[in-house]
Protein backbone atom coordinates (compact mmCIF):
# COMPACT_ATOMS: atom_id res chain seq x y z
CA UNK A 1 0.00 0.00 0.00
CA UNK A 2 1.60 3.37 -1.22
CA UNK A 3 1.47 5.96 1.97
CA UNK A 4 1.02 9.50 0.72
CA UNK A 5 2.80 12.35 2.84
CA UNK A 6 0.34 15.04 2.74
CA UNK A 7 2.48 18.31 2.24
CA UNK A 8 1.49 22.04 3.07
CA UNK A 9 0.76 22.75 -0.69
CA UNK A 10 -1.32 19.41 -0.71
CA UNK A 11 -3.78 20.88 2.01
CA UNK A 12 -3.93 23.77 0.90
CA UNK A 13 -5.17 22.54 -2.66
CA UNK A 14 -7.46 20.64 -1.01
CA UNK A 15 -9.20 23.11 1.65
CA UNK A 16 -9.51 25.78 -1.91
CA UNK A 17 -11.25 22.89 -4.15
CA UNK A 18 -12.41 20.14 -2.45
CA UNK A 19 -16.04 22.54 -1.84
CA UNK A 20 -16.50 23.33 -5.47
CA UNK A 21 -15.09 19.97 -7.27
CA UNK A 22 -15.49 16.65 -7.54
CA UNK A 23 -13.99 14.27 -5.29
CA UNK A 24 -12.73 11.66 -8.47
CA UNK A 25 -11.17 14.98 -10.55
CA UNK A 26 -9.65 16.24 -7.52
CA UNK A 27 -7.60 12.89 -7.05
CA UNK A 28 -6.86 12.94 -11.22
CA UNK A 29 -5.62 16.14 -11.13
CA UNK A 30 -3.56 15.64 -7.65
CA UNK A 31 -2.24 11.89 -8.11
CA UNK A 32 -3.65 10.65 -4.90
CA UNK A 33 -6.01 8.11 -4.69
CA UNK A 34 -9.54 9.12 -4.05
CA UNK A 35 -10.19 7.32 -0.67
CA UNK A 36 -7.24 9.27 0.48
CA UNK A 37 -8.80 12.81 -0.13
CA UNK A 38 -12.31 11.90 1.31
CA UNK A 39 -10.07 10.52 4.39
CA UNK A 40 -8.00 13.74 4.54
CA UNK A 41 -10.99 16.12 3.68
CA UNK A 42 -12.65 14.25 6.35
CA UNK A 43 -9.99 15.28 9.17
CA UNK A 44 -9.55 18.93 8.33
CA UNK A 45 -13.80 18.93 8.13
CA UNK A 46 -14.09 19.76 4.43
CA UNK A 47 -17.64 19.95 3.22
CA UNK A 48 -18.82 20.67 -0.08
CA UNK A 49 -20.51 24.32 -0.69
CA UNK A 50 -24.29 24.29 -1.35
CA UNK A 51 -23.40 26.00 -5.45
CA UNK A 52 -21.27 22.56 -5.93
CA UNK A 53 -24.54 20.72 -4.17
CA UNK A 54 -26.76 23.21 -6.71
CA UNK A 55 -24.58 22.52 -9.91
CA UNK A 56 -24.84 19.51 -12.44
CA UNK A 57 -21.34 18.19 -10.52
CA UNK A 58 -23.41 17.05 -7.67
CA UNK A 59 -25.86 15.10 -9.79
CA UNK A 60 -28.73 15.96 -8.00
CA UNK A 61 -29.70 19.41 -9.45
CA UNK A 62 -33.37 18.84 -10.72
CA UNK A 63 -34.13 16.29 -7.76
CA UNK A 64 -35.15 14.02 -10.21
CA UNK A 65 -32.48 12.11 -11.44
CA UNK A 66 -33.42 8.01 -9.78
CA UNK A 67 -36.55 9.20 -9.09
CA UNK A 68 -38.35 6.15 -11.30
CA UNK A 69 -36.76 3.74 -9.02
CA UNK A 70 -37.30 4.92 -5.76
CA UNK A 71 -39.73 3.67 -3.17
CA UNK A 72 -43.40 5.30 -3.01
CA UNK A 73 -44.73 5.78 -0.18
CA UNK A 74 -47.28 3.06 1.00
CA UNK A 75 -45.09 0.72 -1.42
CA UNK A 76 -45.34 -2.91 0.49
CA UNK A 77 -41.88 -4.76 0.43
CA UNK A 78 -41.83 -8.21 -1.51
CA UNK A 79 -40.49 -9.80 1.01
CA UNK A 80 -42.70 -8.92 3.94
CA UNK A 81 -43.75 -11.70 5.96
CA UNK A 82 -41.15 -13.51 4.93
CA UNK A 83 -37.62 -15.18 6.54
CA UNK A 84 -34.81 -14.77 5.00
CA UNK A 85 -33.21 -18.45 4.79
CA UNK A 86 -29.79 -18.84 2.93
CA UNK A 87 -28.86 -22.07 1.45
CA UNK A 88 -25.65 -23.97 0.02
CA UNK A 89 -22.54 -22.68 1.50
CA UNK A 90 -23.64 -19.46 2.62
CA UNK A 91 -23.39 -20.30 6.66
CA UNK A 92 -20.00 -21.65 5.81
CA UNK A 93 -18.76 -18.77 4.05
CA UNK A 94 -19.73 -16.24 6.68
CA UNK A 95 -17.58 -14.29 8.95
CA UNK A 96 -17.15 -16.09 12.21
CA UNK A 97 -17.18 -13.88 15.76
CA UNK A 98 -13.45 -12.64 16.23
CA UNK A 99 -12.69 -12.78 12.61
CA UNK A 100 -9.76 -10.38 11.72
CA UNK A 101 -9.29 -8.23 8.96
CA UNK A 102 -6.17 -8.64 6.73
CA UNK A 103 -5.53 -5.04 7.45
CA UNK A 104 -5.29 -5.69 11.59
CA UNK A 105 -2.19 -5.42 13.03
CA UNK A 106 -1.40 -6.73 16.83
CA UNK A 107 -0.66 -4.65 19.50
CA UNK A 108 3.18 -2.87 19.26
CA UNK A 109 2.99 -2.27 15.52
CA UNK A 110 4.03 0.86 13.83
CA UNK A 111 2.57 2.57 10.96
CA UNK A 112 2.75 5.76 8.58
CA UNK A 113 -0.16 7.73 8.68
CA UNK A 114 -1.35 9.93 5.86
CA UNK A 115 -0.42 13.04 7.60
CA UNK A 116 3.57 11.34 7.26
CA UNK A 117 3.34 10.59 11.05
CA UNK A 118 4.54 7.21 12.64
CA UNK A 119 1.68 5.82 14.95
CA UNK A 120 2.07 3.24 17.64
CA UNK A 121 -0.63 0.25 18.45
CA UNK A 122 -1.69 0.29 22.06
CA UNK A 123 -4.87 -1.40 21.92
CA UNK A 124 -7.29 -4.11 20.41
CA UNK A 125 -10.30 -1.85 21.43
CA UNK A 126 -13.04 -1.55 19.15
CA UNK A 127 -14.72 1.90 18.24
CA UNK A 128 -12.68 4.96 16.68
CA UNK A 129 -9.14 4.46 15.40
CA UNK A 130 -7.59 6.98 18.97
CA UNK A 131 -8.49 4.29 21.17
CA UNK A 132 -5.98 1.58 19.26
CA UNK A 133 -3.38 3.90 17.93
CA UNK A 134 -1.27 7.08 19.19
CA UNK A 135 1.30 9.29 17.18
CA UNK A 136 4.56 8.68 18.44
CA UNK A 137 5.42 11.87 19.27
CA UNK A 138 2.48 12.42 21.08
CA UNK A 139 3.25 9.35 23.56
CA UNK A 140 7.42 9.80 24.04
CA UNK A 141 6.22 13.44 24.82
CA UNK A 142 2.94 11.86 27.46
CA UNK A 143 5.51 9.16 28.77
CA UNK A 144 7.76 12.00 30.03
CA UNK A 145 5.82 15.21 30.72
CA UNK A 146 2.05 13.67 31.31
CA UNK A 147 -0.97 14.56 29.46
CA UNK A 148 -1.00 17.69 26.99
CA UNK A 149 -2.30 20.33 28.55
CA UNK A 150 -5.87 21.60 26.93
CA UNK A 151 -5.30 23.90 23.73
CA UNK A 152 -1.70 22.33 23.44
CA UNK A 153 -0.37 20.10 20.52
CA UNK A 154 3.10 18.33 20.23
CA UNK A 155 5.67 18.87 17.03
CA UNK A 156 8.30 18.36 16.26
CA UNK A 157 11.04 21.08 16.72
CA UNK A 158 12.70 22.66 12.96
CA UNK A 159 14.10 19.91 11.53
CA UNK A 160 13.86 17.37 13.61
CA UNK A 161 10.96 14.97 12.16
CA UNK A 162 11.82 11.95 11.46
CA UNK A 163 9.60 7.98 10.82
CA UNK A 164 12.05 6.26 12.61
CA UNK A 165 10.21 5.43 15.81
CA UNK A 166 13.73 4.69 17.81
CA UNK A 167 15.08 8.39 16.74
CA UNK A 168 11.57 10.08 18.54
CA UNK A 169 13.11 11.15 21.26
CA UNK A 170 11.75 13.81 23.58
CA UNK A 171 15.06 16.25 23.29
CA UNK A 172 13.32 16.88 19.43
CA UNK A 173 9.92 17.41 20.66
CA UNK A 174 8.22 20.65 22.20
CA UNK A 175 4.52 21.95 23.39
CA UNK A 176 3.22 24.32 22.03
CA UNK A 177 -0.50 26.12 21.70
CA UNK A 178 -2.81 26.69 19.13
CA UNK A 179 -2.08 30.20 18.77
CA UNK A 180 2.11 29.36 18.59
CA UNK A 181 1.44 27.05 15.73
CA UNK A 182 -0.96 29.65 13.50
CA UNK A 183 2.01 31.81 13.68
CA UNK A 184 4.22 29.48 12.68
CA UNK A 185 1.54 28.35 9.52
CA UNK A 186 2.12 32.56 8.68
CA UNK A 187 5.78 32.09 8.11
CA UNK A 188 4.98 30.46 4.96
CA UNK A 189 3.39 33.82 3.47
CA UNK A 190 6.99 35.27 4.05
CA UNK A 191 8.28 32.36 2.45
CA UNK A 192 10.52 33.18 -0.59
CA UNK A 193 8.62 29.89 -2.30
CA UNK A 194 5.43 31.14 -1.29
CA UNK A 195 4.86 33.01 -4.68
CA UNK A 196 5.57 29.33 -6.29
CA UNK A 197 3.20 27.72 -3.92
CA UNK A 198 0.71 29.78 -4.65
CA UNK A 199 0.94 29.82 -9.11
CA UNK A 200 1.48 25.86 -8.44
CA UNK A 201 -2.37 26.01 -6.95
CA UNK A 202 -3.83 28.07 -10.03
CA UNK A 203 -2.09 25.77 -12.06
CA UNK A 204 -3.60 22.98 -10.30
CA UNK A 205 -7.02 25.09 -9.94
CA UNK A 206 -6.93 25.38 -14.20
CA UNK A 207 -6.28 22.24 -14.87
CA UNK A 208 -9.59 20.60 -12.43
CA UNK A 209 -11.31 23.44 -14.38
CA UNK A 210 -10.39 22.25 -17.72
CA UNK A 211 -11.24 18.29 -16.56
CA UNK A 212 -14.40 19.54 -15.25
CA UNK A 213 -15.17 21.17 -18.93
CA UNK A 214 -14.17 18.48 -20.41
CA UNK A 215 -15.85 15.80 -18.45
CA UNK A 216 -18.49 13.43 -20.02
CA UNK A 217 -20.50 13.98 -17.41
CA UNK A 218 -21.32 17.81 -17.97
CA UNK A 219 -24.44 17.52 -20.88
CA UNK A 220 -25.86 21.25 -21.63
CA UNK A 221 -28.99 22.54 -19.95
CA UNK A 222 -30.50 24.52 -22.87
Known amino acids: MTIHAWSFIDEYVLRR???HYRGEDIAVVMG???????????????????????GPLSGRTDGARGSST?????????TKGTNYNAGGRSIEMRFKGGHRPHTWLPVGSYRLNADG??????ADAPGRYDLRWIPVHRKVWIDANGPVPKGHMIVF???TKTVK???ITIDCLECIDMAENARRND???????WAQLVSLKSQIT??????IKESPCQTSTN
Request: proline residues 10%.
Open 165 to 167: PEE
Open 70 to 78: RFKKGNVPW
Open 117 to 122: YVELKF
Open 17 to 19: VYP
Open 32 to 54: IPLRKIYAKAKRLGLTKSDEFFN
Open 157 to 159: KPG
Open 206 to 211: RRVNKI
Open 187 to 193: MWLNNPE
